[in-house]
């Protein structure tokens, strides 16, 4: 069975202050590994694919990265704009086309 | 062009009741998918349809049904409301299945008192 574990399940930074947001899967024939940022009291939006191990996308203050056994969502000097949840979701070959999320890291930017 | 809309945005039943949820999906989008978000369990798959027919679904009882119409949009049914059926549910629309970048609607938040 696929697993997705998102750490830390909360993270409350300065403005400023960098940091990471980690995503580790357990899954068998990886399709791609997806980024979402959730407000409250909306749906998720879609941040990143990413699809092999190496592999990064970057947008504004976002960075992602992936190895082999996780993904890596990182945070350069954050605004109190990025205070979101961040899910991360996998897709696999065996998974019937169907995204497994994790639990989510809701981050919380200080002004 | 418009995004995925999710009707009604909030509404409270009663047990034993049900309920049904509506989704339009992003125009050109042939598949839509639905979920159900808790602060306990996070974001779990119901069902997914493509082309009026279901491909995917969740475990899930029974209760929940949903379909999808000849224009994409498509429906979800929750018959004898249980309070545990409170949550977010969430629609998504994609192109094709391949892919995992979803377009979600701003979600259905539903209260069972």
């Known amino acids: 069975e696929d697993q997705v574990t998102q750490s830390p399940e909360a993270l409350r930074l300065q403005e400023g202050e960098s940091s990471s947001l980690n995503c580790s899967y357990t899954v068998s024939g990886l399709r791609g590994l997806f980024w979402y940022r959730q407000d409250p009291g909306k749906g998720p939006e879609f941040l990143f694919t990413l699809y092999s191990a190496g592999e990064e996308k970057e947008k504004e203050r976002l960075k992602a990265t992936l190895t082999k056994k996780e993904s890596f969502l990182h945070i350069t000097a954050p605004k109190p704009e990025d205070s979101a949840t961040y899910l991360c979701a996998v897709l696999t070959y065996g998974s019937a086309r169907q995204l497994t999320f994790g639990s989510g890291t809701q981050l919380t930017v200080l002004p | 062009k418009a995004g995925v809309t999710q009707t009604p945005r909030y509404l409270i039943k009663t047990r034993g009741q049900q309920v049904t949820l509506s989704c339009s999906p992003i125009?050109?989008?042939?598949?839509v998918s639905w979920y159900q978000q808790t602060p306990g369990q996070g974001l779990q798959f119901l069902f997914e349809y493509f082309s009026e027919t279901q491909r995917n679904k969740g475990n899930f009882p029974g209760r929940f049904s949903g379909r999808q119409f000849s224009n994409s949009r498509s429906e979800m049914n929750v018959s004898t409301l249980e309070l545990g059926d409170s949550a977010l549910y969430l629609c998504?629309?994609?192109?094709?299945?391949?892919?995992?970048?979803?377009?979600f609607g701003e979600g259905s938040r539903l209260t069972v008192l």
């Open positions: 998504a629309s994609r192109r094709e299945t391949n892919t995992g970048e979803l377009f």
């Open positions: 125009s050109g989008h042939r598949s």
